[in-house]
């Protein structure tokens, strides 16, 4: 009795063989439930970088000049600061700031606030030497 049960289970696997078409339905579903991962990761890239400033342009580091330039671009920022004080963008996150340097060494700090709370800084330093010839 056995032997002939193990056997009618045999045939009726044998008979439940994948068809071309539920081969196709299986690999359709696997390659759309990774395009909505791959669509959401996407989408998250600006989650996960978090701030970010770049300065176009750097001054030197040692200027004759007390008023230099401060230019730059930032991306997913809702906050930007300049030595405390709040500076803005335009809608391509390009910002253009001037920035007085004191007599000697001055340090300038950026920092940049996202929606999420996380934040950002760059520091440079600059030295001020007036043209002096003796």
Not at 17 to 45: E, M, P
Request: some cysteine.
């Amino acid at each position: 009795m056995k032997k002939k049960t193990i056997i009618k289970i045999m045939k009726n696997i044998s008979k439940n063989t994948f068809t071309i078409n539920s081969a196709l339905r299986i690999v359709f579903i696997l390659a759309c439930f990774g395009l909505i991962v791959w669509y959401s990761l996407f989408q998250a890239r600006y989650l996960i970088e978090g701030p970010r400033i770049t300065l176009i342009d750097e001054p030197s580091a040692i200027n004759n000049e007390q008023i230099i330039t401060i230019a730059g671009t930032t991306e997913n920022i809702t906050r930007l600061s300049l030595n405390g004080r709040e500076i803005y963008t335009n809608r391509a996150g390009v910002f253009n700031e001037s920035l007085v340097l004191e007599n000697g060494y001055t340090i300038m700090t950026l920092k940049a606030k996202d929606r999420y709370g996380r934040t950002t800084s760059l520091s440079k330093s600059f030295v001020y030497q007036t043209d002096t010839i003796n």
